[in-house]
């Protein structure tokens, strides 16, 4: 049995229809649960809803109990748990439609209060809590909350939370909700438990991108050591060539004489337009007309090319940073001196 149409109705105004249909009384009950943007959106739906049949109604309704009912089983078992359950309750056809449209609305608002927290407030919480604890929290924490509680932490936590973070993948509800009562009791706000991607290389990228000079030096030092081919991918996604636009001309000047002309060419050929403008404005008229008349011939470039070529500029971007030559401005507290 397929699920029933709704037709053409949005997602914003069956909640609306739904918080009609539960009444004042029940409805204030809901708004309390909210955040104050989705109070007035919601609210704004409330006011647009035309009046709807009794029969389209009553689909709404039954729809969002089913999809309440899918998320509670999914929440006490599990997603495999729970399509042998639902298949036995609405059919495998439903049952999947059902878990796929929660899958895809299920954003995290778990750990809400971690992201409102002070971080030494958060540094004291997880200071003496196992490396596991501490990668998983801070999972959910603000990146830049996160590079400064990791910052603080012993030379040798800070390694361990750093690969632990980045090997984190999904987690399910009942994982969270455990670590969530145990931490409740530390503070006084916590949302509700959802299913969400956490962790990974890319976090960890922006977390030593938000990470001031001398941790950042430290990691990547020591986890070459350890672990060379993570501390290699971590260093490919904190400086994308996208970021060129971020660097100061004179910065931009200097990384340009030591660049190869038709790599540059090339880099350009697959870049947006601003990277392209910010670095040819800092080129010499004639540098211009070189780099142009070689990207005009470029034909058939695979996108790989691209990719390695902007990959050579972004090496040579750090290894100037490295000696000095160059500042990539980072989170964190650099200071400047005129």
Do not use: W
Request: one cysteine or more.
């Amino acid at each position: 049995m397929a699920p029933k149409q709704t037709g053409q109705i949005t997602s914003a105004a069956k909640a609306a229809a739904v918080i009609v249909a539960l009444g004042a009384d029940q409805a204030s009950e809901v708004y309390k649960c909210l955040q104050e943007s989705e109070i007035e959106q919601l609210s704004l739906e409330v006011a647009k809803l035309e009046q709807l049949p009794q029969d389209r109604m009553h689909e709404i309704m039954e729809d969002f109990y089913n999809l309440c009912v899918t998320q509670k089983v999914i929440a006490e078992g599990g997603v495999l748990y729970a399509k042998d359950i639902l298949e036995k309750a609405f059919g495998p056809q439903m049952a999947q439609d059902y878990i796929n449209r929660l899958s895809k609305s299920m954003q995290t608002r778990a750990f809400e209060f971690i992201r409102k927290a002070n971080y030494k407030n958060l540094l004291v919480m997880l200071q003496n809590e196992h490396p596991q604890t501490i990668a998983f929290v801070l999972s959910y924490a603000k990146a830049e909350q996160a590079s400064q509680v990791i910052s603080e932490l012993p030379r040798d936590i800070q390694l361990d939370v750093i690969e632990r973070i980045a090997q984190l993948e999904s987690v399910s509800p009942g994982v969270v909700q455990v670590v969530e009562q145990v931490l409740e009791k530390r503070f006084s706000s916590v949302e509700s438990v959802d299913m969400t991607e956490i962790g990974g290389v890319n976090y960890v990228a922006d977390i030593m991108n938000h990470a001031d000079r001398n941790t950042e030096k430290y990691i990547f030092d020591e986890l070459g050591k350890r672990n060379p081919e993570l501390s290699d991918d971590i260093r490919k996604l904190m400086f994308v060539f996208e970021d060129i636009t971020e660097l100061d001309n004179l910065s931009i000047q200097r990384f340009l004489r030591d660049v190869d002309t038709r790599d540059l060419a090339i880099a350009l050929k697959g870049s947006n337009d601003t990277v392209k403008e910010v670095i040819l404005s800092n080129m010499s008229k004639r540098s211009q007309e070189t780099v142009l008349g070689d990207i005009q011939y470029l034909h058939n470039i695979r996108m790989r090319d691209v990719e390695e070529a902007q990959q050579k500029i972004v090496d040579v971007i750090r290894r100037l940073e490295d000696s000095g030559e160059i500042v990539i401005a980072r989170g964190g507290g650099d200071e400047f001196i005129a």
